[in-house]
T-cell receptor, first 114, second 115 residues
Framework: AQSVTQPDIHITVSEGASLELRCNYS??????LFWYVQSPGQGLQLLLK??????LVQGIKGFEAEFKRSQSSFNLRKPSVHWSDAAEYFC????????????FGTGTRLQVTL | EAGVVQSPRYKIIEKKQPVAFWCNPI?????LYWYRQNLGQGPELLIR????????DSQLPKDRFSAERLKGVDSTLKIQPAELGDSAVYLC?????????????FGPGTRLLVL
């Protein structure tokens, strides 16, 4: 069965600092991988996704993620964090054998200090 | 383009009462999902529809939960009777079709509190 682990429950960074959120997955083949962001009281918004090809994926709001097969990881990065980036971030793995079945991690809450 | 619409946004009920949530997906989206998100957790799929057909309801607690999507557009998720453990955010999402890895677009959710 597929699974996702986000080891960091809560991360605090200063505005302007770099950010890396960790995500490890378990899946028998090359998975589809996603990062979503959830602001308080809002639904989830897709930041980026990886299907195949270039292992460095660019997303919206200046985010990027790198797929590393050898480490079963798909970490999310941003060079310079803005206060508006404070939110909950979810990594998800998609089942390549069944259309659109997503398994989410437990999320990482990002706090940004000014 | 309007996003996924859900109502109500908040609901407080006493245990053993029934409750219903409504979702209107993005126009033209054939696939609709209902997720439950417990506090401090990621969303978990309850049921997935392709048009009117429920193609994956393996995680839906069928003793008390039911869902319908009669005309292949909007959908209703019902709980009867509600239990304390049903307190959660219920998210609806939609995607255009059934291609693998299609982006799912989420609504704002309905936050349910069962007292």
């Amino acid at each position: 069965a597929q699974s996702v682990t986000q080891p960091d429950i809560h991360i605090t960074v200063s505005e302007g600092a770099s950010l890396e959120l960790r995500c490890n997955y378990s899946y028998g083949a090359t998975p589809y991988l996603f990062w979503y962001v959830q602001s308080p009281g809002q639904g989830l918004q897709l930041l980026l996704k990886y299907f195949s090809g270039d292992t460095l994926v660019q997303g919206i709001k200046g985010f990027e993620a790198e797929f590393k097969r050898s480490q079963s990881s798909f970490n999310l990065r941003k060079p310079s964090v803005h206060w508006s980036d404070a939110a909950e971030y979810f990594c998800a793995v998609g089942n390549t054998g069944t259309a659109s079945k997503l398994t989410f991690g437990t999320g990482t809450r990002l706090q940004v200090t000014l | 383009e309007a996003g996924v619409v859900q109502s109500p946004r908040y609901k407080i009920i006493e245990k053993k009462q029934p409750v219903a949530f409504w979702c209107n997906p993005i126009s033209g989206h054939n696939t609709l999902y209902w997720y439950r998100q417990n506090l401090g957790q990621g969303p978990e799929l309850l049921i997935r529809y392709e048009n009117e057909e429920a193609v994956d309801d393996s995680q839906l607690p069928k003793d008390r939960f039911s869902a319908e999507r009669l005309k292949g557009v909007d959908s209703t998720l019902k709980i009867q009777p509600a239990e304390l453990g049903d307190s959660a955010v219920y998210l609806c999402a939609s995607s255009p079709g059934t291609l693998k890895g299609e982006t799912q677009y989420f609504g704002p959710g309905t936050r349910l509190l069962v007292l």
